[in-house]
């Protein structure tokens, strides 16, 4: 099987004219915006070659350590390997903004990389380890728009400015971001966008029924594997491409699970009937719920994850033995309704257990459970050390 590190090994030292940049590239790419690069970039319009940008990384970071709980350190590793490509090294990174604030539950995060002159490819962050960051996410279910998606839009306006032609692209949540943009972008910003991508992203939680603005979405391009769950989520009107992970379960959202073949990626026909299964069983539980229901789902949830005094997936991986006895002190009537939702409708549902026990027998899916688990491990110890 090949994978995004095969394909920078194929496609490295051919240049953007040898080779022009496919889906495969931009997906590379949709993983480097995942990094903090506040150490790199100090001032909005910072300009550095991936190549420097990797150096001044690479002396504040420890690159054999995971991002997070479920980021592995790919993430360094492929940037490494683009900082060595002759096709990568020497393409500009400018404009990184990130934004981080568990008081408001905003989580941003966007780079610009210069494809030629006056050509740009605009990148937004998938969600990070922060909690804050996915209590953000879940606000999709009940906010018409989140911040995340006014701050995507402020940012490719400010971008756009400086360039004739962008091309736009993010992985999960950055890819919603991506659609987003695509939906509302002034028109003026919209006709410089020349192709958007999104991989395996969750949709837009409104309707669109009018023709001249679907016709918006003939520029996004959406990838998801075949047993997605975060793409199925919402509404979609991208063309959708479905490809070939080599895991079986929710891990197919890690791109680094994707198999390549040359320079796309590897297509299947169709998605699995349990990712149908499971797309319904969950839209079909938010339809039931009134708004004031969903926001408050979200409020105890994160509630309950707060209260455990984690403020990331790592920490709460150390700290999960916390979350029944956080769980336990919600009011009768907060743990009734919560029960209702989370257990009785979801955790109860065969074809949600099955969705997530289908990594479990699968020897990638083990691999990088190991690796995650690994690192919380050596936290842990880390931390008994520093007492």
């Known amino acids: 099987m090949a994978d995004l590190f095969d394909y920078v090994n194929w496609r490295g030292d051919l240049s953007q004219s040898a080779c022009r940049f496919s889906s495969v590239d931009y997906a590379i790419f949709s993983q480097i915006v995942m990094l903090d690069l506040s150490s790199v970039f100090h001032a909005f319009k910072d300009r550095l070659t ?3 940008a990797f150096q001044k990384y690479s002396k504040t970071k420890n690159l054999d350590k995971n991002i997070g709980l479920i980021i592995s350190n790919k993430l360094n590793t492929i940037f490494e390997e ?6 990568y090294k020497n393409l500009i990174l400018t404009h990184y903004r990130e934004v981080s604030d568990q008081t408001t539950s905003e989580q941003f995060s966007a780079l610009t990389v210069e494809l030629h002159k006056g050509v740009a490819l605009v990148l937004f962050s998938g969600t990070d380890d922060s909690i804050h960051g996915w209590e953000e ?4 279910i009940y906010e018409k728009v989140t911040k995340a998606q006014r701050r995507s839009l402020r940012y490719l306006e400010s971008v756009a400015s400086e360039y004739e032609k962008i091309y736009i692209a993010g992985h999960s949540k950055g890819g919603n971001l991506t659609a987003y943009c695509i939906k509302t972008a002034p028109n003026e910003v919209y006709d410089k ?3 958007a991508i999104a991989f395996d992203a969750p949709g837009l939680i409104e309707a669109i029924d009018d023709e001249d603005r679907l016709k918006r979405f003939n520029k996004l391009l959406e990838y998801c594997p075949d047993n997605s769950l975060i793409g199925r989520l919402f509404n979609h009107y991208g063309k959708t491409r479905i490809v070939e992970s080599a895991c079986k379960g929710p891990l197919q959202h890690d791109l680094f699970s994707w198999e390549v073949v040359q320079n796309k990626f590897k297509r299947k026909d169709a998605f699995t009937e349990n990712s149908f299964k499971v797309e319904r ?3 079909s539980i938010i339809k039931k719920l009134t708004k004031a229901e969903r926001e408050r789902f979200v409020r105890l949830t994160f509630e309950i994850l707060y209260s455990t005094g984690a403020n990331c997936l790592t920490d709460l991986y150390l700290k999960k033995s916390e979350i029944i006895k956080c769980y336990l002190k919600l ?3 907060d743990r009734k309704f919560f029960r209702k939702i ?3 409708q979801l955790v109860a549902d065969k074809d949600v257990r099955e969705m997530f026990l289908k990594d479990v027998s ?15 491990d050596t936290s842990k110890k880390t931390k008994n050390k520093l007492k």
């Open 281 to 283: 069983r969950i839209h």
């Open 362 to 376: 699968d020897p990638r899916a083990k691999a990088l459970i190991a690796n995650t688990k690994k690192y919380a």
């Open 137 to 140: 996410n879940f606000s999709m």
């Open 50 to 52: 991936v190549e420097e």
């Open 342 to 344: 989370f257990l009785w």
């Open 193 to 195: 966008i020349v192709k």
């Open 331 to 333: 009011s009768s009537d």
């Open 82 to 87: 683009i900082a060595k490509a002759p096709r």
